[in-house]
């Protein structure tokens, strides 16, 4: 027969505390990875912002501007470019030129792979462009980071269940001493 421990608990009883323990740690995961991911993809949205926002109030020409970042400024007709800027990106920022105000706005153009924002100061339109695509991969980067913890945390949590669940059977010795006294 099956054989059992303290409290008729046998090997089946260890198998269900290793499961109940891996699915303990499957469901904090599900929980904690999707919020993890949002409040990166926030806290990136954010950083992101105030560096154009900072790039535009400060800009005079456009030179120097941040890593992975161009400067368009429209005065008067005329457009200045920090070299490189990619050429796809020329006609998607025409039209936010063209509603520009005292404001700054941001929008994502080429299918959010760059971010922008656009501002009227004194008698030009400033424009600052990022790349988000070194962003993407660090958040690629992080969801392969959290898959491995996930997979490393069930593979360390049914091993941890059965110890706990043998543990359990085992009686301990101050136990006996107080249940042999009280007989």
Sequence with gaps: GARTGVGGRGRGGLRRMGGQATGL????VLLLAPMVSVLVVRGQSQATDNL???????ADDVGDPPAGSWIVIAREGMNKQTPGLPAA??????????TATSKTRFANLLEGRFRVATAQRE?????????LDQQ???????????????LLGLGAAAPSGVAVGRRAQVPRAPSLLVTVGCI
């Design 25 to 28: 740690v499957a469901v904090v």
């Design 52 to 58: 154009l926002r900072g790039t535009i109030t400060t």
């Design 89 to 98: 990106l020329t006609p998607a920022l025409e039209p936010l030129r063209a």
């Design 123 to 131: 008698d030009a339109v400033f424009q600052v462009v990022t790349s």
């Design 136 to 150: 993407r991969a660090q958040r690629e980067r992080l969801v392969k980071a959290m898959l491995v913890a996930a």
